[in-house]
């Protein structure tokens, strides 16, 4: 994947802010006990979304 494309860097940026705002409220719901099975799966989709760009963000080895 080539980062220097307009989409790829915007399709990124995208899956981070979503990651951050999954991890913020998956936070609020389990602290307030309000419903702790979301929360906690809101993290874990969170995760699952910043593992996911750091794979495609990793630079490729060079032979």
């Given at each position: 994947m080539?980062?220097?494309?307009?989409?790829?860097?915007?399709?990124?940026?995208v899956?981070?802010?979503a990651?951050?705002v999954?991890?913020?409220f998956?936070?609020?719901?389990?602290?307030?006990g309000q419903?702790?099975?979301?929360?906690?799966?809101?993290?874990?989709?969170?995760v699952?979304?910043?593992i996911?760009?750091?794979?495609?963000a990793?630079?490729?080895?060079?032979?």
């Open positions: 080539i980062l220097g494309s307009g989409f790829a860097t915007f399709a990124l940026s899956a981070m802010i990651a951050f999954l991890g913020v998956g936070i609020r719901l389990i602290a307030t419903d702790r099975k979301r929360g906690a799966l809101m993290l874990g989709v969170a699952v979304l910043v996911n760009v750091l794979i495609w990793w630079p490729m080895p060079t032979q």
